[in-house]
């Protein structure tokens, strides 16, 4: 199991950092758009096998796929050093707008997912 746990959160970080980057290259920008789609989409995952497992799903599904792959895909610290990066930068609204964003985003794409698991 840790092998496998392993290599998903590898998988999620590769498909993090190819993400990241398809969008920093089609919409250049200071404002991070790329991690901000990294942490709705994994969030809206992790939330979906939450919900499965709340459902009756095999548990080990949401500790490979949710720890392992989101734990690897999703970044928190990166999105909050980008926050604090805007800031240092006086870029405020665009710092503001990341950190509420960050929030205002990947809670309502966990309970997206959560809420179409139930439907499952």
Known sequence: MTVLL??????GAACRFALDGA????????????????????????GFLTGLVAGG???RWRLV????????????STAMTDTARLARERAWRLA???????????????????????LL
């Open 6 to 11: 392993a290599l998903c959160g590898g998988l």
């Open 23 to 46: 969008v920093r290259t089609r919409r250049p920008s200071r404002f991070p758009w790329g991690i901000l789609l990294v942490n709705v989409l994994g969030s809206l995952l992790l």
């Open 57 to 59: 799903a095999d548990p």
């Open 65 to 76: 796929l949710g720890v392992g792959f989101c734990g690897g895909f999703t970044t928190f």
């Open 96 to 118: 503001a707008g990341n950190l509420v964003g960050t929030l205002a985003t990947t809670v309502p794409a966990a309970a997206c997912g959560y809420g179409v698991a139930g």
